[in-house]
């Protein structure tokens, strides 16, 4: 079993956390449950988690208020841990260029 771990910025904000914080119980239940299942069974595949390249992957929620949530991660050997590096309501077809930059800038800032 992987470890999760989740951004940090650099003045120890927990923007993630604070996403997360921010919906509906009933949501951040489906979220939790479903990054529970690919936290014990990573590596896996659609149509719960995907890779999205470059060591990025996403756990695909559908919450019960009838949306779309995306967690990007990526999994740090080193650290046996997933790594949370960002997470959003999804409103379009495929995620946004801006959000998958975001994580990736993440990424590259956890591993520096």
Known sequence: MHRVLFYKTNAGNEVVLDWLRSLDADD??????????????????????????GGLWEVRSSLPSRRE???????????????VVHGFIKKTRTAPAGDIELARRRRREFQD
């Open 69 to 83: 949530a995306r967690l990007l991660f990526f999994h740090s050997r080193a650290k046996r841990a997933l790594v």
């Open 28 to 53: 951040r239940k489906r979220i939790g449950e479903d990054l529970r299942v690919v936290q014990l069974g990573f590596p896996m595949g659609k149509p719960l988690c995907d890779s999205l390249g």
